[in-house]
């Protein structure tokens, strides 16, 4: 079975599994698609059994995805501030499933998406996105400052050998035109603090105008978890 039609079962399973356990306001469909993608590329970047990680995701949702919820709706709303300060064509590396799609609609900007998984790129085009680039952030498909705005959601934390936060970073300040706006949304914790994102764009080329966290995401027993925006301009 190919990846796409797994993520769609695993969508089916979810969404089966997590009826009836939120309260009546809660969007079940966002965490549905998001779980599904994520039991899907854990699956295939760490090896892990598709149903045991099916079962994992089930239960984290069951913990936390309530909270998720809010603060993803929180984030929206800062997402929206920042990009209707921004200017197009704008990048967004690391986009996914398309989450921020609308946002860029709503307020009138042009956006190319990048990503370097094939489930991401068949989301993103069955969305109805036709600038959708499979490439990895640290080897950006297009010439030096091609955008006036740059977006990088949730991937810098990751600083893996196959997810290089300096390199991606490097290339996002290549494709950006001085002056350009760096939109960047992570999540801190001991691995990954304000210290480190703060010396990886500066180090990068960026000149940052703010950290602004915006939720705490602490479930029960678990280590407190910030979620933060930054925003840069381009060195000129």
């Known amino acids: 079975m190919d990846e796409l039609s797994l993520y769609d079962q695993a969508r089916d399973q979810l969404r089966r599994r997590l009826r009836g356990r939120f309260p009546s306001d809660f969007d079940v469909e966002a965490t549905v698609t998001a779980y599904a993608y994520w039991v899907c590329t854990v699956a295939r970047n760490r090896g892990k059994d598709w149903g045991a990680t099916l ?16 603060a993803e709706l929180v984030e929206l709303d800062l ?7 921004a200017a197009g064509p704008l990048l967004d590396v690391g986009a ?26 068949q ?6 996105l036709a600038s959708v680039v499979r490439c990895p952030g640290q080897s950006l498909s297009f ?3 091609s955008f006036r705005s740059v977006v990088v959601g949730w991937v810098l934390h990751h600083d893996a050998p196959d997810v290089p936060a300096t390199a991606i970073l490097s290339e996002a300040a290549r494709v950006t ?11 801190l914790f001991a691995g990954f603090d304000i210290s480190k994102w703060r010396g990886l764009v500066e180090t ?6 703010q950290i602004e966290t915006f939720f705490d995401l602490a479930p029960d027993g678990a280590e407190s978890e910030q979620y933060a925006c930054l925003t840069a301009d381009r060195h000129f």
């Open 79 to 85: 997402v929206r501030r920042e990009l209707r300060q």
């Open 55 to 70: 079962e994992d995701y089930v239960c984290q949702a069951l913990r936390q995805a309530v909270l998720e919820s809010r």
């Open 143 to 145: 010439p030096a400052q």
């Open 177 to 187: 035109v001085p002056g350009g706006r760096l939109i960047s949304l992570e999540p």
């Open 96 to 121: 996914g499933w398309g989450r921020f799609r609308v946002l860029y609609s709503d307020c009138g900007l042009q956006a190319v998406y990048t990503e370097p998984s094939y489930l991401g790129c």
């Open 123 to 128: 989301l993103l085009r069955r969305n109805g």
């Open 204 to 209: 990068a080329g960026f000149v940052i105008r």
